[in-house]
């Protein structure tokens, strides 16, 4: 398999099990969180990847819930 079809196809199944699981979370926050893993997968240390997850979920966390707030 080449990268593009690695890429595509683990970007999928995290897409369906959203779509079965959570469909409260953001597509977007999806695509977002499997880049930052894609891109630091083979660095030794899980600092730069852990913190890009943390400033992304972060980020993301106030827009939920104050969308949450709006349909409420």
Not at 23 to 45: G, P, R, T, V
């Given at each position: 398999?080449?990268?593009?079809?690695?890429?595509n196809?683990?970007?999928?199944?995290?897409?369906?099990?959203?779509?079965?699981?959570?469909?409260?979370?953001?597509?977007?926050?999806?695509?977002?969180?499997?880049?930052?893993?894609?891109?630091?997968?083979?660095?030794?240390?899980?600092?730069?990847?852990?913190?890009?997850?943390?400033?992304?979920?972060?980020?993301a966390?106030?827009?939920?819930?104050?969308?949450?707030?709006?349909n409420?």
């Amino acid at each position: 398999m080449n990268y593009k079809n690695d890429h595509n196809i683990a970007l999928e199944v995290l897409l369906a099990v959203r779509t079965e699981l959570a469909q409260e979370i953001d597509e977007k926050l999806i695509h977002q969180c499997f880049e930052i893993q894609y891109k630091h997968q083979f660095n030794q240390s899980r600092e730069q990847s852990s913190s890009a997850m943390e400033r992304l979920i972060d980020a993301a966390i106030p827009d939920n819930i104050e969308a949450e707030g709006r349909n409420s």
